[in-house]
C-alpha cells in the first residue's frame, strides 16, 4: 500500500461539506478492497469487519471526508459571485486564490483584490460579504454555468515537500481517512476478538453531522475519531500544538472516556510507537463530541495527526504521523477484548 500516494490522491478529489459524493466516491473505492459489506448512506461510507456477537465489543473508527469551502449565494449584474461559507474560514487569506467553481462543469475564477497601489486601508480583512469570484464572465454567462448554491473550493493539488511531508487544500481529514486504510491493511490477515465499523462521515465541518446519523446507525460501544490538530508552527505556542513527526496525538478531555485514553497510550508505549497527549479543557471539535453522547454512551476518543496551517490551500503533514497513527489504531484493534 502506497500511502503517500493515497494521502495525496484522497487529499486532491472534490468534497465540500454538504457535497461530498465524489470524495465518498474514491473513499468507497478503496475501502471495498478489504470487505465486501460496504455501503454508501446519507453520504457516509460505511465499511463493517467482521461478525458482531453478544459479549464482543464493537469499535468505530471515523475519520471525516467533507473539507471546508464555500457556497455561491448571489451573481451581480457584473457577473461576479457572492459567496458564503460552508466550514470555518480563514478571511485572512482568501484574496487573491484561485478557486474553482462547481456549477453544471467546472468554471475556474479567482478571488478579487484591489492591487495594493489602490488600496487606501490595507489594515482591515474584509469581510465574507464583500469579497467577490472573478469567472470572467457575464451575469447571462455566468448563469448557464453557475447556479445559486454550487460549492466552490480552494484550487490546490497537494505536492511532495522534503523529507516526508505533504502540503494540499484537504488535508484535513483525508489524511485521516488514509490513516484508517493503512490501519485496515495491517489488520487484513489478523484474528482480531472485536467486531469494527469503518465510517467516513460527512458534514463534520458543519456541526458534525455525518457522525451524529452514522453512529446512531451503527450503535458502536467504543469510537475513535481519526482526525487532525494543530502541529507548531514558528509563531504558534507550543502549550496548544502538537509537533509533527512526533506520531498521534492521543486526547485528554472531560468528554472523552479517561480509561480510554490512557489505554490507548499505555499500547503506544508497549508496541514503540510514537505519541502525544492533547489536552483539552471541554468539548474537542471533532466527531468524537458526537459519539459519546450517542444513545446510552459510547466510550469516545480522539487520534489526532498534527497538521500545519489548519482550513487553508496549504496545509501541511508528516506522513509518518499518519503511519504511526494507524499502526496505532491496528495495535488496539488488536487488543480490544
Do not use: W
Not at 483584490?113 to 474584509?126: A, F, G, M, N, R
Not at 485528554?252 to 502525544?276: G, M, V, W
Not at 499518519?322 to 484493534?333: G, H, M, W
Amino acid at each position: 500500500m502506497n500511502l503517500k500516494e493515497i494521502t495525496m490522491s484522497l487529499a486532491d478529489v472534490y468534497g465540500v461539506s454538504g457535497d461530498e459524493k465524489n470524495a465518498a466516491e474514491k473513499a468507497f473505492a478503496y475501502l471495498k478492497e478489504y470487505t465486501d459489506d460496504c455501503y454508501i448512506k446519507n453520504g457516509n461510507v460505511i465499511g463493517n469487519f467482521g461478525v458482531r456477537e453478544q459479549g464482543k465489543p464493537h469499535v468505530l473508527i471515523d475519520a471525516h471526508i467533507d473539507q471546508i469551502g464555500f457556497v455561491v449565494s448571489y451573481i451581480t449584474d457584473e457577473g461576479f459571485l457572492k459567496i458564503s461559507n460552508c466550514g470555518g474560514i480563514d478571511r485572512r487569506l482568501l484574496l487573491a486564490q484561485q478557486v474553482v467553481v462547481v456549477g453544471k462543469e467546472a468554471v475556474n475564477g479567482v478571488i478579487c483584490s484591489i492591487p495594493p497601489h489602490l488600496e487606501k486601508d490595507d489594515s482591515k480583512v474584509p469581510e465574507l460579504a464583500d469579497i467577490c469570484i472573478d469567472i470572467g464572465m457575464t451575469k447571462e454567462e455566468a448563469e448557464k454555468v453557475v447556479s445559486l448554491g454550487d460549492k466552490v473550493l480552494f484550487k490546490q493539488k497537494s505536492a511532495e515537500m522534503l523529507g516526508d511531508r505533504i502540503t494540499g487544500a484537504a488535508l484535513d481529514d483525508r489524511c485521516g481517512v488514509a490513516a484508517i486504510l493503512y490501519a485496515i491493511e495491517l489488520l487484513k490477515n489478523e484474528a482480531v476478538n472485536c467486531s469494527y465499523t469503518v465510517l467516513f462521515s460527512t458534514q463534520e465541518e458543519v456541526g458534525e453531522r455525518g457522525a451524529k446519523i452514522g453512529v446512531y446507525d451503527i450503535d458502536p460501544d467504543i469510537a475513535l475519531a481519526v482526525d487532525v490538530s494543530f502541529a507548531l508552527t514558528a509563531d504558534d505556542s507550543p502549550l496548544k500544538c502538537g509537533k509533527m513527526g512526533k506520531g498521534c496525538m492521543i486526547g485528554f478531555a472531560p468528554t472523552l472516556d479517561r480509561a480510554l485514553s490512557r489505554q490507548l497510550a499505555e499500547i503506544a508505549e508497549k508496541n514503540e510507537l510514537p505519541y502525544q497527549r492533547e489536552i483539552m479543557g471541554g468539548e474537542t471539535g471533532t466527531n468524537a463530541d458526537r459519539f459519546s453522547v450517542n444513545c446510552g454512551g459510547v466510550k469516545a476518543c480522539t487520534l489526532s495527526i498534527p497538521l500545519k496551517y489548519m482550513h487553508t490551500p496549504v496545509e501541511v503533514i508528516s506522513l509518518s504521523d499518519v503511519e504511526n497513527t494507524a499502526k496505532l489504531i491496528a495495535a488496539y484493534i488488536k487488543e480490544v477484548k
